[in-house]
């Protein structure tokens, strides 16, 4: 079983900034690709940005130039830093985790998720 546990949430005015994390625990010893997705009220969770254990990186257009995803493999962690926040990218964040694959069950990788955390950008 794998864990996510994000922090980095809150409020803030348009134009500012904030850096989630997302921290991975468990048994597992490999990390295919973790990211973030986003899902507002009476819509789908959308993709906002992923980066695969080689670094490759992959973001929703609305987000390009603003935001930027990053990991740290020794620390099983993910980062956004969110900057130039407008209030559409007001939304509930979640954290993924693919393609992991546990020491239990080698032959089954499977996906996780975090329990989300609520970003507001308002004046």
């Known amino acids: 079983q794998v864990q996510l546990a994000e922090s980095g949430g809150g409020f803030v005015q348009p134009g500012g900034s904030l850096r989630l994390s997302c921290t991975a625990s468990?048994?597992?010893?490999?990390?295919?690709?973790m990211g973030w997705y986003r899902q507002t009220p009476g819509n789908p969770r959308e993709l906002v940005a992923t980066?695969?254990?080689?670094?490759?990186?992959n973001y929703l257009d609305s987000v390009k130039g603003r935001f930027t995803i990053s990991r740290d493999n020794a620390k099983s962690t993910v980062y956004l830093q969110m900057n130039s926040l407008k209030p559409e990218d007001t939304a509930v964040y979640y954290c993924?985790?693919?393609?992991?694959?546990?020491?239990?069950?080698?032959?089954?990788?499977?996906?996780?998720w975090g329990q989300g955390t609520q970003v507001t950008v308002s004046s």
């Open positions: 468990g048994s597992f010893f490999r990390m295919k690709v």
């Open positions: 993924n985790a693919d393609q992991v694959y546990s020491i239990a069950a080698p032959w089954d990788p499977r996906a996780y």
């Open positions: 980066i695969t254990s080689e670094g490759r990186t």
